[in-house]
């Protein structure tokens, strides 16, 4: 029967490991960094990809290649962010750098939907759902699927 092949739209995202989506990461040429040089997830100083979720990565990788942007990783699923569904924690956001690249590409290719309540970070929506939003050192990246 067909209907019980297809999961459920509740159905819990796809999970990386640390170590598991460093390799895809790696491999699609986008770095990462802390300011603490750990990848702990238990600690806010650490950048962790640990119970990312698979669509998360993939949307990074497809950003990367779409923008032809060099693309750093500041933050990822460790403590210290603010919670949510849709949260860092549960694997549904990044932070990245920056640059005068990725910038242009954000401004320039997706639509400007106003400003977040409460902390009036600018947002820009991607054809997909993807909400991107420039937070004071970092774009705050959530993606709902997994393509830019």
């Not at 390799?23 to 962790?48: D, E, F, H, V, Y």
């Not at 993939?58 to 500041?74: E, L, N």
């Amino acid at each position: 029967m067909l209907a019980a092949t297809v999961p459920a739209a509740t159905a819990a995202p796809a999970k990386y490991s640390h170590a598991a989506a460093a390799q895809q990461l790696k491999r699609a040429g986008i770095n990462w960094t802390s300011s603490g040089g750990c990848s702990n997830r238990n600690n806010p100083k650490c950048t962790s990809f640990e119970q990312i979720n698979k669509s998360t990565v993939a949307g990074v990788i497809d950003f990367k290649k779409a923008s032809k942007c060099a693309v750093t990783i500041t933050g990822g699923t460790e403590k210290g962010h603010a919670s949510g569904t849709y949260s860092h924690w549960n694997g549904y956001k990044v932070d990245i750098r920056p640059t005068s690249c990725v910038n242009s590409y954000i401004t320039r290719t997706f639509r400007y939907v106003g400003k977040r309540k409460g902390d009036n970070a600018k947002q820009y929506k991607a054809p997909s759902g993807n909400i991107y939003a420039r937070e004071g050192s970092h774009w705050d990246i959530t993606y709902y699927r997994g393509s830019r």
